[in-house]
């Protein structure tokens, strides 16, 4: 499929333009005939197998939403109608397939459609988050505040998540190429080395003989490991994906040492920073509380909110199943209290976010800082045994 670039007329004679994906400029010529439109222009914008290139490297991130986000609701604050504002934003946008979706979004609103339900048919690109903060602004004619404050809060989930993983990337290329030269020393350099003590006939030290058996499978059997580390990383995902497999591997990454915490205080500030975001933009709290259970992955937190929601039906308030959970730090749960019995809860959620998203920052920083000498200590002590493994047996070897 090829994306051709049209300028149309419809039959009122309104000038229209966008995208439409085809097999052939014939095919998409009779797409837009069928709707009725007249052709001023049609040309090819990404053929076959380039669009399929770009569909795969342009898909659509958090950053594209929040820069769409905030140039809708600018362009919204400033009396643009909402058509003229998405058609202004498919030319800017860079992204291709964010691009065609809202082209396709301007001609399902120009034929009669809302926003909502139209962001609501592309679950892919607009979550039911998301759809339901611009219903809600729809529904209250506050869309231009309400967007912009969304851009604002997704904006600060995108630059926490980004603080952690830039955190994440020197361990881990330091552990990768940890790997990779371990995996050379066993295949080219310890076999040579460990020859001569196997031909002296002496008995070996356990470590020595560890060493051995791992550099024997790693040159004989090279393929079978590759084929067991294969199987295990798709096997341990379809673990991870069953009911019971993500329960576990939920609860166990919330009790991970050192990363534990960070894992609660991020899965707390998703929650506290979405429900928040939803109060504000007119969102009931049972319903904003069905969305938010969406919105954080973690299976603890998931099978929390879904208890509080059906413990609010029952008449309850928000705050008792949250009191009783380990997973919560008591300070939410009261803060929370707090924030129903005075009809704040909002402002105490914002309160709240902020709080924890500075602790995370505080950190993330301490582990970039930690993160060095750990892994200093991992490399040494790694080494360490692989040196003992072969340097021993050649003392013993001298002193006999």
Known sequence: ???????????????????VEANSEDSAAATLREKGYSIISLYLESAGDKAKGSFVI??????????????????????????????????????????????????EIDGGSTLSISFSKRPKIFDSFFVNIVK???????????????????????????????AMIYPAFVLVGL?????????????????????????????????????????????????????????FKYIINTKVGKVVFDNVVLRLPIFGKL???????????????LLVGGVTITHGLKIVEDVVTNSVYKDLIHKTVISIEDGHSISEEFTKSKSIPKMVSQMMNIGEKTGRLDMILKKITEFYSREIDNIVANLMTLMEPIIMVIMGVAVGLMVAAIILPMYQMAGV
Do not use: C, H
């Not at 991020?266 to 975001?277: G, H, N, P, V």
């Open 136 to 166: 809600s602004g729809e529904s209250s004619g506050k869309l231009d505040e309400v967007l912009d404050y969304l851009a604002d809060e997704m904006e600060k989930e995108y630059d926490m998540l980004s603080k952690i993983k830039g």
């Open 263 to 277: 894992f609660q205080l991020i899965y707390l500030t998703r929650f506290t920073r979405s429900f928040s975001t």
């Open 179 to 235: 790997v990779g030269v371990g995996i050379v020393m066993m295949v080219f350099v310890v076999p040579k080395l460990t020859a001569v003590l196997e031909e002296s006939g002496m008995e070996l030290p356990f470590a020595t003989k560890v060493l051995i058996l791992v550099s024997g499978l790693l040159q004989s059997y090279w393929l079978l490991v590759i084929i067991g580390l294969v199987g295990f990383y798709f096997g």
């Open 1 to 19: 499929m090829s994306l051709y670039k049209y300028k149309v007329l419809d039959p009122s004679g309104k000038a229209l333009s966008g995208l």
């Open 58 to 107: 342009d898909r659509v991130t958090p950053k594209d939403m929040v820069i769409f986000s905030r140039q809708l609701s600018v362009l919204i604050s400033a009396n643009v109608a909402i058509v003229q504002a998405l058609r202004i934003l498919v030319d800017q946008t860079e992204n291709l397939k964010l691009k065609m979706v809202l082209s396709e979004v301007v001609d």
